[in-house]
Nanobody, 131 residues
Framework: QVQLVESGGGLVQAGGSLRLSCAASGHTPSGRPFSTYAMGWFRQAPGKERRFVAAFAWNSDKTYYTDSVRGRFTISRDNAENTMTLQMNSLKPEDTAVYFC???????????????????WGQGTQVTVSS
């Protein structure tokens, strides 16, 4: 059973930075390492649907970002430690949300941005950016 645990959320002023971490553990159903899975970050603001933030492609080191965070956020991972991080700089009030880590054996393709493609989720960590 796969477990994902996020950490690093908090309250920060606009323009500040936060670093989120996601620790993956357990056995993947495929038996392949997490490094071959698509792993990403999503966020959900109150009253809104969960939305894509950034991700590593399936079985690749290619990264993707939603337009609103490109240039401000950086996704990285340590395959040896099964951890993934999201460095968030120049934070804005509209970045306020619960941030979720996700992993999925989604295969190649372009659906990395769709929450439904991921079947493993963390519990979420709150990020609040004050103006």
């Amino acid at each position: 059973q796969v477990q994902l645990v996020e950490s690093g959320g908090g309250l920060v002023q606009a323009g500040g930075s936060l670093r989120l971490s996601c620790a993956a553990s357990g056995h993947t159903p495929s038996g392949r390492p997490f490094s071959t899975y698509a792993m990403g970050w999503f966020r959900q603001a109150p009253g809104k649907e969960r939305r894509f933030v950034a991700a590593f492609a399936w079985n690749s080191d290619k990264t993707y970002y939603t337009d609103s965070v490109r240039g401000r956020f950086t996704i990285s991972r340590d395959n040896a430690e099964n951890t993934m991080t999201l460095q968030m700089n120049s934070l804005k009030p509209e970045d306020t949300a619960v941030y979720f880590c996700a992993a999925g054996d989604i295969g190649s393709g372009t659906y990395y941005y769709a929450p439904v493609m991921y079947d493993n989720w963390g519990q979420g960590t709150q990020v609040t950016v004050s103006s």
